[in-house]
Nanobody, 124 residues
Framework: QVQLVESGGGSVQAGGSLGLSCEVSGVTWSSYCMAWFRQAPGKEREGVAGIDRDGNTNYALPVKGRFTISQDNTKTNLYLQMKNLTPEDTANYYC??????????????????WGQGTQVTVSS
């Protein structure tokens, strides 16, 4: 079974940067999509960024130009580099995976496997 474990969350000041990592194991799909989601208290879980095995990416509008999703050449680690953070970025961040290509719109029900989440807090 697919296992995902996030790390790297923490507290930063507005305007700062933070990098998240996700260790991935057990993936046997011929094609896949790896993605980051986030959820703030009282808010719906929302897609942040996705990447497929060929390196094709997509980003949600609120993070476009500020966040970068990537994976290493072994496909065992997923990363999210965040810069110019604002308090609106405060949320629990999750990595997720599913078979096939990334959907045009990242929606939580489309993803089969999830990590436990890591908290990101941005103070003003």
């Amino acid at each position: 079974q697919v296992q995902l474990v996030e790390s790297g969350g923490g507290s930063v000041q507005a305007g700062g940067s933070l990098g998240l990592s996700c260790e991935v194991s057990g993936v046997t799909w011929s094609s896949y999509c790896m993605a980051w989601f986030r959820q703030a208290p009282g808010k719906e879980r929302e897609g942040v960024a996705g990447i497929d095995r060929d390196g094709n990416t997509n980003y949600a509008l609120p993070v476009k130009g500020r966040f970068t999703i990537s994976q290493d050449n072994t496909k065992t680690n997923l990363y999210l580099q965040m810069k110019n953070l604002t308090p609106e970025d405060t949320a629990n961040y999750y990595c997720a995976a599913t078979g096939g290509r990334c959907p045009r719109v990242l929606e939580a029900p489309d993803f089969r496997a999830w990590g436990q989440g890591t908290q990101v807090t941005v103070s003003s």
